[in-house]
């Protein structure tokens, strides 16, 4: 079973940052957080992920709380192109790493 | 980077009959590949976990005689849906994992399986 939680949807402005969350109050110590999308039809696309420093790259931000319970996944310019289905995953890295996949939260961004 | 190819990118066929997804990483190597299927509407779920060369590993309540998977190199797996029902219909995904940077998981474009 999936280990977060996220709210099933969420809109925002085209232009604005997005900021998805997701709580994942009961990862391990060597898990790691990981950010996928998937835009209809398609297979998801890796965006980031992160073990307890905040992370970026060229598609968004990753904010992980100090005590790891939760996190926020920050699109900083949201395009309409960004409208998809978010999902936050903790997984342990390398070998045991398997990816078992939730609900996510469905993005709207809105023109 | 990261390229992963899937072939066909949609299938329909009659009931009964065998449908192999090819999955390819075009641009790196892949020890682990993970397929899974996702029905409307639903959220990804995992099938199986295969090693290049190894047999592999279902999940609980997937038919490991009716999804047949191969993966016999390190940038190519297939997966085989045997004697394929319409409840079969769904969209299948496969993730290899890059050899020599095991953190991050890539997916392929998905294969949308139509059986009448």
């Known amino acids: 079973d999936a280990k977060t939680t996220q709210p099933p949807s969420m809109d925002c402005a085209e232009g604005r940052a997005a900021n998805l969350p997701c709580n994942h109050s009961?990862?391990?110590?060597?898990?790691?957080v990981y950010w996928y999308r998937q835009i209809h039809s398609q297979g998801p696309q890796y965006i980031i992920h992160?073990?307890?420093n905040n992370e970026t790259n060229e598609m968004a931000s990753l904010i992980i709380t100090e005590d790891r319970k939760s996190s926020t996944l920050i699109l900083p310019h949201a395009t309409l192109r960004d409208t998809a289905v978010y999902y936050c995953?903790?997984?342990?890295?390398?070998?045991?790493?398997?990816?078992?996949f939730g609900q996510g939260t469905r993005l709207t961004i809105n023109p | 980077g990261a390229v992963v190819s899937q072939h066909p990118s949609w299938v329909i066929c009659k009931s009964g009959t065998s449908v192999k997804i090819e999955c390819r990483s075009l641009?790196?190597?892949?020890?682990?590949m993970f397929w899974y299927r996702q029905f409307p509407k639903q959220s990804l779920m995992l099938m199986a976990t295969?090693?290049?060369?190894?047999?592999?590993?279902?999940e609980q309540g997937v038919e490991k005689d009716k999804f047949l998977i191969n993966h016999a190199s390190l940038t190519l797996s297939t997966l085989t849906v045997t004697s394929a029902h319409p409840e079969d219909s769904s969209f299948y995904i496969c993730?290899?994992?890059?050899?020599?940077?095991?953190?991050?998981?890539?997916f392929g474009p998905g294969t949308r399986l139509t059986v009448l």
């Open positions: 995953i903790v997984s342990p890295s390398s070998g045991a790493q398997k990816l078992v």
């Open positions: 009961t990862i391990s110590g060597n898990e790691y």
């Open positions: 992160g073990l307890k």
């Open positions: 641009d790196f190597q892949a020890t682990t």
């Open positions: 295969s090693n290049e060369g190894s047999k592999a590993t279902y």
């Open positions: 993730s290899p994992r890059d050899s020599s940077d095991t953190d991050t998981q890539y």
